[in-house]
């Protein structure tokens, strides 16, 4: 068993069914006589609905009906509410407009739904959905964040002024202007957090339906949990929470996106208990591109005080973050209480304030994306401690040396709150910067040089707290036969779950992972669940698991005593066998098992549950060394050599952990060079709704990967893990950026904001050429 236990690089034991075709994602669940529905959205960003006729629609063929706002009104369907709301500096309550699932009198994005139509095909619904008249009175739009609170711009909400929906703070704001007054230098960074689209390889889709028999709304849906999803539902249909089914099968990918409600989904289970049968809606691309939850979109003002050594004082930070049109089910959470205490990152620094402003704009929802809030606080802080650098003339690897929090000093109490409570962070960065030859940095350079190429290296460091979102429970049941079922309220998004899983059982209860099933997705089966993000899966539900484990390990040991004729405390239990200590007396894991069944025909040998709610966070964190090559003549950027090492505590599967790091990186990398949704100011109208217009990185823009893995246990759950899900997608910004910088240095260049692309780095180096002639 230890060749398939936890630490073992074990291959996936789910891919040889996904990978030939066995996957049953959401489009891929049929129920019989299920209808089809299509959207009719909005195509203006802000409008009035002065009509809606319907009767072109409902005389095409097969259409079965046309929902608006007003049907679901007169059923009682109640709005989505967000789930986080936040408090003002001031302690009132933010701003909290409620979202109906379909428009209620106006439009406030491209893409807003107006009405859904249900037909027989989904041809029929999406040819229908083109007959629906919807008269709309335009009115003037605002998209851009740093924009939104300027006098005169268009109101989102009426009675949300300036478009402030909150005006959120953390910290010492006294001592930070105390210690700015005080400091030797003082170093100013304005920075812009590009916004981008999810975009994972399966749509969000969904199917409703209404239980025969029992009259039960159950809903198929791409979901990164479902019990948080059914809450929800609860509240908006006004019923029972056992009045639901919902159920999750394979996921696609989520990247944070499908942890949320979203009105089709509404819809289309209103839809399915008016008609009394199945509604099936799947997203085509281009729709997702407009209804889909964006990601980060934030303008910042960040300010660092430094002594004559170079050791940070305080950190100011003024930041106004895009809410979008609604606020979705976390919106306001993600860069307040999710981005803000990572502020203070791997350093010393004595105080902190952070301001965070959220703006309505006219634009789609903008809510968690890979890491949500951590990544946004790294490349702010490691854009600014890089900037600093140079400011004051300290090489980036020094200030950094210069003001960690030493491993001597774990657990280490930061000024916003946190507790670190294990890391060697000076190790990770000396080891980047050994695996990553920084010492043969200036010769690369030469060699560049001689090509007609600029080169560059950029570090960051992070850390991130995970491994939050409540209790997790898991259940393990033992078959007569010795097999076992796993029911966990993770919700596996791509990442490997149930290899994870199978290979912390085989470690505890020493059964090939053959002999495993693992169970997620379905309300029914799971009773309990906090679903999937913030690397909370393995490190919070793998606890669960473990201690579960445990007690039918607990259990099984008295049956085997019993078999053993032998006292409870002399058995002992290893790699699938109870032996009397000090003999050659042993009975399987199997032999236990059906004995244990005998007691209860029918039922399982073993049941054990256990929740598990973790004291604290987790605190994975890490240090990327990046180089980079310029071409100045078409400002084309090249990520050329590319280094992480992370701790993540105690790895279940390296395997996994090295997938999860390549995938964040290249996500990191895409929003740092291609990744940006663009809006045109003045009609609001999305102009990179497609992928010819909005660029994904592709294999040949990710270099070869090098990892090493410095593993510091966890103090805060029985495994020690850190989790592993987000860090590539954190890192990695801020250092591709600070190696674009440093390759640019040579022009007097000092920030470049996100989306490198060509055409920006280009334009920055004819300005630079531009004025070096005019001098």
């Not at 695996?435 to 950029?458: E, F, I």
């Not at 409540?470 to 990442?495: K, M, S, Y």
């Not at 236990?592 to 004291?615: D, L, R």
Request: glycine share 10%.
């Amino acid at each position: 068993m230890t060749k398939f236990g936890i630490g073992q690089p074990v291959p996936r034991t789910e891919d040889a069914r996904l990978l030939t075709g066995g996957g049953r994602y959401t489009d891929d669940v049929s129920l019989p006589g299920q209808a089809y529905a299509a959207f009719v959205r909005s195509p203006y960003a802000h409008a009035d609905v002065t009509g809606i006729d319907s009767a072109a629609a409902l005389a095409a063929p097969g259409v079965l009906a046309v929902y608006t706002a007003a049907d679901l009104d007169a059923a009682g369907i109640g709005p989505i509410e967000c789930q986080a709301p936040v408090r003002n500096r001031d302690r009132s309550r933010c701003a909290n407009p409620k979202r109906p699932a379909l428009a209620r009198g106006r439009v406030r994005h491209v893409g807003d739904p107006v009405a859904v139509v249900i037909a027989e095909t989904v041809d029929q619904a999406r040819d229908a959905m083109e007959l629906v008249a919807v008269e709309y009175a335009e009115r003037p739009s605002v998209s851009g964040t740093g924009e939104a609170m300027e006098p005169g711009r268009p109101l989102v909400w009426d009675e949300t002024p300036d478009n402030r929906c909150f005006d959120w703070g953390m910290g010492d704001e006294a001592g930070v202007e105390a210690a700015f007054a005080a400091a030797a230098r003082v170093v100013e960074l304005d920075l812009i957090n590009n916004r981008v689209v999810a975009n994972p390889m399966e749509g969000r889709a969904c199917l409703a339906a209404v239980e025969e028999g029992t009259g039960r709304l159950v809903l198929y849906v791409s979901s990164q949990g479902v019990h948080g999803l059914r809450k929800q539902f609860s509240s908006i249909f006004k019923l029972p929470e056992e009045r639901f089914r919902f159920l999750t099968t394979d996921v696609g990918g989520g990247f944070g996106m499908k942890i949320f409600n979203y009105p089709e989904y509404v819809a289309a289970l209103f839809a399915a208990r008016e008609l009394g049968r199945p509604v099936k809606w799947t997203s085509e691309r281009t729709e997702g591109f407009l209804s889909d939850d964006h990601g980060r979109d934030h303008v910042t003002k960040a300010r660092i005080a430094l002594d004559a050594e170079g050791h940070f004082l305080a950190i100011r930070v003024d930041t106004i973050a895009n809410m979008g049109a609604y606020l979705s089910n976390y919106g306001p959470f993600v860069p307040t209480d999710l981005m803000a205490p990572m502020l203070v990152g791997s350093y010393r620094t004595p105080v902190l304030y952070a301001r965070v402003q959220g703006v309505f704009t006219n634009t789609q929802p903008v809510d968690a994306y890979r890491g949500a809030g951590r990544p946004e606080a790294a490349y702010l802080l490691e854009r600014l401690v890089d900037h600093a650098a140079r400011e004051v003339g300290i090489d980036p690897v020094e200030i950094r040396r210069r003001n960690f929090v030493p491993a001597t000093a774990m657990p280490y109490s930061t000024p916003l709150g946190q507790v670190y409570d294990s890391g060697d962070f000076a190790k990770n960065l000396d080891d980047a910067l050994a695996m990553g030859d920084h010492a043969g940095l200036a010769a690369r350079k030469s060699d560049a040089a001689r090509r007609g190429k600029l080169r560059g290296a950029g570090i960051s460091t992070y850390i991130e707290a995970c491994s939050g979102g409540g209790p997790e429970q898991a259940t393990v049941e033992v078959a007569g036969d010795g097999r076992v079922v796993l029911f966990i309220g993770t919700q596996t998004n791509g990442q490997g779950h149930e290899t994870a899983y199978k290979q912390i059982l085989a470690d505890r209860l020493g059964v090939p992972p053959e002999d495993i099933e693992v169970v997620q997705g379905d309300t029914d089966r799971v009773s309990f669940g906090s679903g999937t993000g913030g690397s909370r899966s393995v490190p919070v539900g793998g606890a669960a698991l473990a201690e579960s484990a445990g007690k039918v390990v607990a259990k099984a040991s008295a049956v085997a005593a019993d078999l053993l004729e032998a006292a409870p405390v002399d058995v002992e239990f290893k790699d699938g066998a109870f032996t009397v200590v000090g003999t050659d007396r042993a009975v399987s894991w199997k032999e236990v098992a059906a004995k244990a069944a005998t007691a209860a025909p029918g039922a399982p040998a073993f049941s054990e549950m256990a929740q598990w709610t973790p004291p604290s966070n987790t605190y994975p964190n890490g240090t990327h060394f990046c180089e980079v090559e310029v071409d100045p003549d078409t400002g084309e950027v090249e990520v050329v050599s590319y280094t992480v090492v992370d701790d993540f505590g105690m790895v279940i599967n390296p395997l996994l952990v090295q997938g999860q790091i390549h995938g964040g990186v290249a996500q990191g990398i895409g929003q740092a060079l291609q990744e940006r949704v663009v809006f045109d100011p003045e009609s609001g109208q999305l102009l990179t709704g497609s992928f010819m217009d909005y660029q994904l990185p592709r294999a040949v823009d990710i270099p070869p990967i090098a990892i090493k893995l410095n593993c510091v246990p966890s103090t805060t759950n029985a495994l020690g893990m850190k989790g592993a899900g987000e860090a590539g997608a954190i890192g990695s910004p801020p250092a591709v950026i600070n190696a674009l910088v440093d390759a640019l240095s040579v022009y007097g260049i000092r920030h470049v904001d996100m989306p490198a692309t060509p055409q920006a780095v280009w334009s920055l180096i004819q300005a630079h050429r531009t004025a070096a002639a005019a001098e």
